[in-house]
């Protein structure tokens, strides 16, 4: 669709077309709004998020109880669910934390302290033996072991937040570049 083709009256311009400006025109349609999404490039995903690793993070460094926590905590746990309902690739493969040395440990130690407040799940302090058995390549005296933290594929995402918002009725333009808004008082 060309945005010359656009509906006179949506609800919501949703101005990026990466995972989160996706996420959010998915989210909106599936509340009821007319939403159109504009993506300035030919393809949706290209910007930032084609530059995203794709790693799910566990919510280890964030301080306590701040937004970025909570937000890292529940949000590994929604989008975990929602690559599996709408078959993403992903791969839950685990991270090793590790400490080579012992003035290392406190900071070690500190971090699992963090993690545990922060809620991340499964997150635990093993020995060096055990991390070995883990990843034998890697020495270590001790580690922190994130089971959750994993990998998922950045444009399958895309991908399947653009469908979900078209199934919804969310209108997705590509090539549309903003330049500017005008405020509406009606």
């Known amino acids: 669709m060309r ?5 006179d009256a949506i609800d919501i311009a949703v101005i990026g077309g990466g ?4 996420a959010v ?7 009821g709004r ?7 490039e030919a393809r949706l995903g290209t910007g930032i998020s084609s530059r995203n690793s794709g790693v799910i993070h566990s919510g280890l460094y964030y301080p306590p109880g701040s937004l970025k926590a909570r937000a890292c905590v529940r949000g590994q746990r929604l989008l975990y669910q929602w690559v599996a309902e709408h078959d993403v690739w992903h791969a839950k493969t685990g991270k090793l934390v590790v ?5 290392q440990l406190p900071d070690l130690e500190a971090l699992a302290v963090n993690a545990t407040a922060n809620g991340a799940p499964g997150v635990r302090l ?3 033996s055990e991390s070995q058995v ?6 270590a005296i001790a580690a922190l072991h994130c089971p959750e933290t994993g990998i998922v594929d950045v444009h399958e995402l895309v991908l399947s937040l653009r469908a ?7 209108v997705f333009v590509t090539g549309a570049r903003v330049l500017g808004t005008v405020a509406d008082s009606g």
């Open 164 to 170: 979900a918002g078209e199934r919804e009725g969310a």
């Open 126 to 128: 093993i020995t060096g």
């Open 19 to 22: 995972v989160i400006g996706c």
């Open 3 to 7: 945005a010359d083709d656009l509906p």
């Open 99 to 103: 400490a080579h040395a012992k003035h």
């Open 34 to 40: 007319s939403v159109v999404l504009l993506e300035a």
């Open 134 to 139: 883990l990843e034998p390549s890697i020495p």
């Open 25 to 31: 025109a998915a989210t909106l349609a599936r509340l």
